[in-house]
């Protein structure tokens, strides 16, 4: 049967049918984000997997928004009660009863309900995609097979921390510039459209000759008054075009990755970011034992850039063939410099502890140019507003003195 496209926050319900020996037919009914996880949940129950079909979609949390220090918490709540020897399935019944906040009380809920027919706690966290991506589903498998949950849940959550804020730094250090630019624009379209138009009839009523760069703004005013509509609506339009496509074409949106890995600034603050994320989740796969072949498919997805994904996905046929991690990233929109100390650590058989260096390293990067970018845009932008702010004021006061002039030479005052 053909897989439902998965929303944010959305999971199915697949009803199923399990014939025994006998030939006598159970049915029941199984919630999953894709089809591949239903049939994964009925065979480690021992159910048969074949007579799947999907019943209904459910809306998971119901619209109710978890934040992701919320995340976090759970993560660590859930550590440190495996770490005191509480079981999985208590230590969420725990936690229903104490949270205050209705998004994690339905959630812990729905694992508590998924628990209890079977599954384990990855199966339960793969109902929240929009929470938990398969980066953590696996490593807390992994986690399950080895006996090893405290550690591995206390890992995601730290980890989910630094990322959370490495993604809210790199936001910020793009929002600001572009809130400012919006707001200037704003003000320059009110300027002409409502406040150069009243200038200009008053010009008129004397009936002079307007200086060139008044006569320019005038005609400009004039322009934008007459297709104001224009101007409101495609900025909204084209931006809404953009993710449109952006969501839509594969082919659209590795050209838009590729383009935004070359603005000046802006481009380097990605790359970095990005560089950051992929050597610090395969420090944290590694650290988990999962094997390096599965690793590299997962990390295929966590940079956020499909050009850099893409150099991820060679380096991990590279693997599989055989070759080292390195090698296979030649090439890639990676630094060459953590290439590089990836190939040292692949050499030395620490590729956990270079991949962890390396990534520290490029935080500090991002760290350090986003407070860069805030201590040089800002008098760049305060400039720009400046100088177009001043050359409307200019156009403005310039008939005024004009006329100033010559009143005072009608009159035969000297100066």
Do not use: C
């Amino acid at each position: 049967m053909t897989e439902p496209k998965t929303p944010k926050n959305h999971v199915f319900a697949w009803s199923y049918k399990n014939p025994d020996r006998k030939g006598a037919v159970s049915t029941g009914e199984i919630e999953a984000v894709t089809l591949n996880a239903a049939r994964s949940s009925l065979r480690r129950r021992g159910l048969d997997a074949r007579y799947l079909t999907i019943k209904k979609r459910s809306t998971g949390l119901m619209g109710q928004k978890i934040k992701p220090a919320d995340i976090v918490g759970l993560l660590r709540q859930l550590s440190t009660l495996q770490n005191a020897g509480v079981s999985t399935m208590e230590g969420l019944q725990m936690l229903r009863l104490t949270s205050k906040k209705p998004g994690m009380k339905s959630m812990v809920q729905k694992m508590i309900q998924h628990l209890s027919t079977g599954n384990q706690l990855s199966d339960a966290l793969a109902l929240f995609p929009a929470y938990f991506d398969h980066i953590s589903v696996s490593l807390i498998r992994a986690g399950e097979q080895g006996g090893v949950m405290d550690t591995v849940l206390r890992n995601i959550a730290e980890y989910k921390e630094k990322d959370f804020a490495l993604k809210k730094k790199i936001r910020s250090a793009l929002m600001y510039p572009g809130i400012t630019v919006l707001v200037m624009i704003v003000v320059v379209i009110i300027l002409m459209v409502k406040v150069i138009p009243v200038f200009a009839h008053l010009f008129t009523s004397f009936g002079s000759q307007l200086p060139y760069l008044t006569q320019l703004v005038v005609d400009l005013s004039d322009w934008m008054k007459s297709h104001v509509v224009i101007l409101l609506l495609a900025p909204v339009l084209t931006i809404a075009g953009f993710l449109w496509s952006y969501r839509r074409f594969k082919s659209f949106r590795w050209w838009a990755d590729r383009v935004s890995l070359h603005i000046p600034v802006i481009g380097p603050l990605l790359l970095k970011g990005a560089t950051a994320r992929f050597m610090k989740t395969l420090a944290l796969l590694q650290g988990a034992g999962v094997p390096i072949h599965l690793a590299m498919e997962t990390l295929s997805h966590v940079s956020g850039n499909s050009v850099i994904d893409d150099g991820i996905s060679r380096a991990t046929k590279n693997v599989i063939a055989g070759g080292t991690i390195a090698d296979g990233l030649k090439g890639s929109a990676l630094p060459e410099l953590s290439i590089q100390m990836l190939s040292i650590g692949e050499k030395s058989g620490s590729v956990e502890a270079m991949a962890t260096k390396t990534g520290e390293f490029y935080e500090g990067e991002v760290n350090e140019m986003v407070e860069r970018m805030s201590t040089l845009l800002e008098p760049f932008i305060m400039i720009f507003l400046g100088v177009v702010i001043g050359t409307l004021v200019v156009a403005m006061y310039l008939p005024m003195l004009d006329m100033g002039q010559a009143i005072l030479v009608g009159s035969g005052v000297k100066k």
